[in-house]
């Protein structure tokens, strides 16, 4: 991810607020995902893949308080690069700034202020993570729907022991001597252009302005916990391949009093041995016999709900017409209203015959010689005309 522009590879500005960075980050995960791209061809896919490793790069940046505000300050999320020790390593004395801080940190010094406000208090109040659940349905599930889907996932919740403080009990939280409880400090630089004054997120307490003295035991401090859980889901009918449903606050945890991620289902769909789907419209391929073909007949199509439907066949059906049965596709999502199914009629031609079968045949051959073949005299105009 070097020398890469994370909100650019988002499509979001600077000044994008926290909601605006999950929703861009929604947007182009779901655009870029793997599995939208499972049927692409193989440079599609590593293209997807590489893009989709940048959008989850960037969105780890941006989403972090302390990392972006690194990345905004420095170019990077790991810092400043100090190359001779002095605090200006590179060129011209300005080592891991862009253009683009250098004068933030200008506009700061005449301003008082840092153009960075806020750090510790998203760093104290920060949203949980969305998760990203890949869940696989049968072709049936997908089209009627599931209730009480189980799936098992990870995630990250607030520890039950300390409540999500990390402290072993209340009198092991002190505010921060350092910070006096802001989780900022302030820092003055030397620069070419003067003393420089700024905010920097508090090495003390990490932003949250208070130390834990004694830590809980069953986080480590953290206040939070990875743990398994178990969920049961409703999926609505008509999902398709690639589709995403939002299970809103059933992400990580928050940390302080941000609001816990979402879980986001990204659904694979299992193929049929006889439908195949086409958006709310399904196909199948059905054979019929040489003499339904050319005599005609009503024969019974499988439908999806288990029951069978008539469809006329006509005399002389050619192998490969396709016949329409209005509304016995798929529900719409949102509509109370179905997709069509379409008959693709195949003439099976028989093998193996019997020298009584052939000899019947024979004797209809020359019945028939006479009769119409539209495709047959079609094709004898053609070549003549070569």
Do not use: W
Request: aromatic fraction near 8%; charged fraction near 30%; include cysteine.
């Amino acid at each position: 991810m070097a020398n890469k522009d994370y909100y650019q590879v988002l499509g979001i500005s600077k000044q994008a607020s926290a909601d605006e960075i999950k929703s861009a980050y929604r947007q182009m995960a779901k655009k870029y995902h793997p599995d939208v791209f499972a049927t692409a061809d193989e440079a599609a896919k590593k293209n997807a893949e590489e893009k989709f490793k940048e959008i989850q790069h960037a969105y780890d940046v941006l989403s972090d308080p302390q990392k972006k505000a690194a990345y905004d300050q420095y170019g990077s999320e790991d810092g400043p690069t100090m190359g001779d020790g002095s605090g200006f390593g590179g060129f011209g004395g300005f080592g891991g700034f862009n253009g683009s801080d250098i004068f933030s940190d200008i506009f700061s010094a005449f301003t008082g202020g840092s153009g960075r406000s806020g750090s510790s208090r998203n760093n104290r109040d920060r949203d949980g993570d969305d998760i990203e659940y890949t869940l696989r349905l049968t072709f049936m599930e997908a089209v009627f729907g599931a209730k009480d889907k189980e799936i098992n996932f990870t995630r990250i919740e607030k520890c039950a022991t300390c409540g999500g403080t990390g402290a072993k009990d209340a009198s092991s939280i002190k505010v921060c001597s350092k910070c006096n409880g802001s989780g900022v400090i302030n820092i003055q630089q030397r620069t070419p252009f003067g003393v420089m004054q700024s905010q920097r997120i508090c090495d003390e307490c990490g932003g949250r302005g208070k130390i834990i003295t004694d830590k809980c035991k069953d986080c480590g401090g953290k206040g939070r916990v990875r743990k398994q859980c178990t969920k049961k889901v409703t999926i609505p009918a008509g999902v398709d391949n690639g589709q995403m449903l939002t299970v809103r606050g059933e992400g990580c945890s928050a940390v302080g009093k941000g609001a816990n991620g979402n879980l986001i289902l990204i659904f694979k769909i299992d193929e049929h041995p006889l439908f195949k789907r086409d958006g709310v419209n399904v196909s199948l391929e059905v054979p019929i016999t040489v003499s339904q073909a050319i005599l005609g007949d009503t024969i019974k199509i499988p439908t999806l709900d288990g029951k069978t439907t008539d469809l006329d066949v006509s005399a002389g059906t050619q192998s490969g017409t396709v016949k329409r049965i209005r509304g016995k596709g798929i529900k719409y999502l949102r509509k109370d209203i179905y997709g069509d199914m379409f008959v693709k009629l195949i003439v099976d031609i028989p093998k193996d015959l019997t020298l009584r079968q052939k000899a019947a045949l024979k004797d209809m051959n020359e019945t028939l010689a006479k009769a119409k073949y539209e495709q047959v005299e079609k094709y004898n105009k053609l070549i003549k005309g070569l």
